[in-house]
């Protein structure tokens, strides 16, 4: 089975994967931008959408690591030409994760107060932390089903379909938001920060609906539950333990960041929200090329196409550093413009221009770290990225944030901490990849 890596084959899964991938921190940034620009309570209610935001990525990584352990195995048979043997197994795999989700809503929604008071939430913070994660947190079961539909597709090489999906439930998030949170007068009344959480599920119960409806509709794979397990689920399990406790070293380091970054005052947190924010959105912007790194490796390997696989991330590379460059110049170019879309609060602002030069200055590094990541993910080589997010987050991440906490660097020392956390990350696959793929190149 022949695999293009041309420019244009690249683009034409990356492309997509990058838009779908975008319109997920632009569902909190929209929550950001709308909640920071409100009439009273402003401060508080962004630093409250920031803490649950971090609590509720974490949750969604832990759990939405699906999407790439299917399109792993996927795209991997669809390479051997054998697709049909693991045809059921994405249905298998999303009644297992949004089971879980249900427990999760059972086990989080009773203590969210005791959650948010470990994030150093208090008095006002912490009371609009628990409405809107109250009412945020039923939209969970939805984006883990979307999640693993989307990595159906990704298996499959198509990523036009999930594209199609997250404009769809993006834009509508963006319409609900203003007008749940600032109302229509004489029609509906302003909601404020609880309109912002009602505009989230909706979208996310929308995306799940659509993408549920693509799958049926143009593949062939079904979301029927059949009681003879595939052979596969073995190690779908498998890949999803290593990747479960990776994203436990992941969301680690974010809920310090967050919690450090609450004990400094709300206008750190505020500042912090913002900037993270910012960080997701250049993150799930390069996330495009670390896709179809997922997608074109997995089908590679399983085609035992070593040298295609070797030229394959050589191109990545160029693209995606490319690619993180363009972000941080326009970053550069529109950085007060910037700040001020999310809040007009002189004393965040101060805060948040001390360290948006480093977000910016990150993003080629996190080029490179998040493709290869998601080149790794496509070989299905989970227990190594497991090793590195643990020993980076532990041994560079941690260390650096308390030491420059210590000498009172505040939001730059946070910052900092996950730049050196993003380059302990990335230079190690690189090296791991070539030292892996180079010898099988040669011999083939």
């Not at 945020?136 to 693993?148: E, H, W, Y």
């Not at 399983?302 to 690619?323: P, Q």
Request: some cysteine; hydrophobic content about 55%; charged content about 15%.
């Amino acid at each position: 089975m022949s695999t293009d890596i041309s420019f244009k084959a690249i683009n034409k899964l990356a492309v997509p994967a990058l838009i779908a991938g975008i319109s997920e921190p632009i569902l909190s940034i929209t929550d950001t931008a709308v909640v920071g620009n409100m009439d009273f309570n402003a401060t508080e209610s962004l630093a409250a959408v920031g803490i649950v935001g971090a609590f509720i990525s974490m949750l969604i990584w832990v759990l939405g690591q699906t999407r790439s352990a299917i399109s792993s195995i996927v795209s991997q048979y669809l390479g051997a030409d054998k697709l049909d043997l693991v045809k059921n197994l994405p249905a298998q795999a999303i009644y297992l994760i949004t089971s879980l989700s249900i427990l999760i809503i059972l086990a989080t929604y009773p203590f969210a107060k005791e959650i948010f008071k470990l994030y150093n939430a208090s008095d006002l913070i912490l009371d609009f932390s628990v409405t809107y994660y109250q009412i945020r947190v039923f939209g969970f079961p939805f984006t883990l089903f979307t999640i693993a539909v989307f990595g159906a597709f990704r298996g499959l090489q198509n990523t036009y379909y999930p594209m199609v999906v997250a404009l769809v439930g993006a834009s509508l998030n963006i319409i609900l938001d203003f007008v749940l949170v600032y109302g229509v007068k004489d029609i509906i009344p302003a909601m404020h920060i609880e309109g912002a959480a009602y505009a989230s599920v909706i979208a996310q119960f929308t995306m799940a609906v659509l993408s549920g409806i693509f799958l049926l509709r143009k593949t062939d794979i079904p979301l029927r539950f059949t009681l003879l397990i595939n052979k596969e689920m073995k190690r779908f399990v498998l890949m999803i333990a290593n990747l479960f406790i990776r994203t436990l070293a992941l969301n680690l380091a974010l809920y310090l960041a967050s919690a450090f970054s609450t004990g400094y005052g709300k206008n750190y947190i505020a500042a912090y929200t913002i900037a993270i924010n910012l960080w997701f959105f250049g993150a799930f912007f390069i996330d495009g090329y670390a896709s179809a790194g997922n997608i074109l490796s997995g089908k590679l390997y399983g085609a035992k196409r070593y040298k295609e696989l070797l030229a394959l991330s050589k191109k990545l590379i160029v693209y995606g550093v490319l690619v993180g460059i363009g972000l941080a110049l326009a970053g550069y170019v529109f950085y007060n413009f910037i700040g001020s879309i999310f809040t007009k609060e002189p004393l965040v602002l101060i805060e948040f221009y001390k360290v948006f030069w480093l977000v910016l200055a990150m993003q080629p590094l996190c080029a490179l770290a998040f493709i290869f990541d998601g080149v790794f993910k496509g070989l299905g080589r989970m227990k190594y990225l497991r090793n590195l997010l643990l020993i980076s987050t532990l041994f560079v991440f941690i260390p650096t944030l308390f030491i420059m906490d210590h000498y009172d660097f505040k939001l730059i020392a946070v910052f900092t901490a996950f730049t050196l956390w993003i380059v302990a990350r990335g230079i190690p696959l690189i090296i791991k990849f070539n030292q892996t793929f180079k010898p099988l190149a040669e011999n083939s």
